[in-house]
């Protein structure tokens, strides 16, 4: 068989394999771009004829503003289990917060399967909500821009989100998930607006991503197990946290988790994992941290068992969430507080943690180091860092 023979093979198939992929233009279905006509039932025509097809389709947001209401895409009656949207233009909130008020979120997804969404931008206009918060006046609780509820094989790809009401991004309950090229933005005083929030879901991959916040950069509730996340900037944020876990007495744990090659800047945490002090069933084992770098973090390794912010609606127990097995491997960079690894344990559940190769300085002199009710073992570490 000649090569021109088998080129021309080639070229066929993959000529008829892309003509076989069905593009659906908002614009065709009433979208106005601009940023004043409300978009979000065009938006959602373009859904329902992507659904109606069982061929791979793609819904296109063309280059412009385009304003959305709540949009909430469902997946019961879907026939197409290979569904992408590609997005050149601006997808953007109500800049009237009491518009969405407490509804939850903005844009959602429930029971999808083959959703791929690539490139776009996330507008949330969450900064006179913000102001609203910080002032103590009465307002609405505010919405996430993205959720994705009890759905698999989902891909979002360089996305970008700016100033969500509160979280930017919810994986609640799904399977099989990549984030690749996430930039979220927000001021560092927002308040609530972690970038990224995993709840009750596995085999979740984030990659290559950059986080500035004013809470988590990213979130891990109960529930979640196999988790990779690998190459983030974070900072101004919160730092990357398993928790807040332990406030249901029925609690699923958190396991098999991996966190490496993170950059923390100027943020209030490094890497956390936190418990309320109270009774519960759950866990956090199986857990590495590797290939952090600190740059003037306020908590760079921490581990606390008894959270309670604001001293508000606390009980003051013990907590029973069992932590083991969490590694701490190639730590390096600066404290912005003298005590760079704090470990604070539960008496009724100590932790079994490893600190390996953990080299943190404040003002150029090795930080201190705090354990309690710790067990485990210290490998490559300078004295004063010793507290196993």
């Not at 006509?37 to 063309?62: E, F, H, N």
């Not at 992408?84 to 009237?96: E, F, K, N, W, Y």
């Not at 008020?101 to 931008?121: A, D, L, M, Q």
């Not at 485990?376 to 004295?383: F, I, Q």
């Amino acid at each position: 068989m000649s090569s021109l023979y088998l080129i021309l093979i080639f070229f066929l198939l993959n000529s008829s394999t892309s003509s076989a992929m069905i593009t659906y233009n908002i614009l065709r279905f009433g979208a106005k771009s601009g940023g004043q006509s409300d978009s979000s039932k065009a938006l959602l025509k373009a859904w329902g004829a992507a659904c109606a097809t069982t061929k791979p389709a793609t819904i296109y947001v063309p280059p412009g503003r385009f304003l959305l209401k709540n949009v909430y895409f469902y997946g019961e009656h879907c026939r197409n289990g290979a569904i992408t949207i590609r997005v050149d233009g601006t997808l953007v909130a109500p800049s009237d917060y009491n518009v969405l008020g407490s509804s939850g979120n903005w844009i959602k997804f429930e029971r999808v399967t083959g959703v791929s969404i690539y490139g776009g931008t996330l507008d949330g206009q969450g900064t006179s909500l913000w102001a609203c918060k910080t002032s103590g006046k009465k307002c609405p609780e505010g919405i996430t821009s993205l959720a994705f509820y009890n759905s698999n094989k989902i891909i979002i790809s360089g996305l970008a989100s700016l100033n969500s009401q509160m979280f930017h991004v919810v994986i609640d309950g799904c399977h099989n998930v990549k984030l690749d090229g996430i930039r979220v933005s927000a001021s560092g005083k927002s308040p609530n607006t972690d970038g990224i929030h995993l709840q009750s879901s596995s085999g979740v991959t984030v990659l290559s991503s950059h986080i500035s916040t004013g809470d988590d950069c990213i979130s891990m509730g109960p529930g979640n197990s196999n988790v990779w996340i690998e190459n983030i900037a974070c900072g101004p944020g919160h730092g990357i946290s398993i928790g807040s876990l332990g406030w249901e007495l029925q609690e699923p744990g958190v396991q098999n988790v991996t966190v490496k090659s993170v950059t923390f800047t100027g943020t209030e945490n490094g890497v956390r994992i936190k418990t309320w002090a109270r009774p519960t069933k759950g866990f956090v084992k199986d857990v590495l941290f590797q290939h952090i770098q600190m740059v003037d973090v306020q908590n760079p390794v921490i581990i606390d068992q008894n959270y309670c912010p604001g001293e508000k609606n606390c009980p003051h127990q013990v907590s029973d969430i069992k932590i083991s097995g969490v590694t701490y491997q190639d730590i390096h960079g600066t404290s912005a507080t003298e005590v760079g690894v704090k470990l604070e344990c539960s008496k009724a559940s100590p932790c079994g943690v490893k600190l390996e190769d953990v080299e943190l300085t404040y003002k150029s002199k090795p930080v201190e180091a705090v354990c309690t009710n710790v067990g485990g073992k210290l490998l490559a570490s300078s004295d004063n860092q010793r507290c196993l």
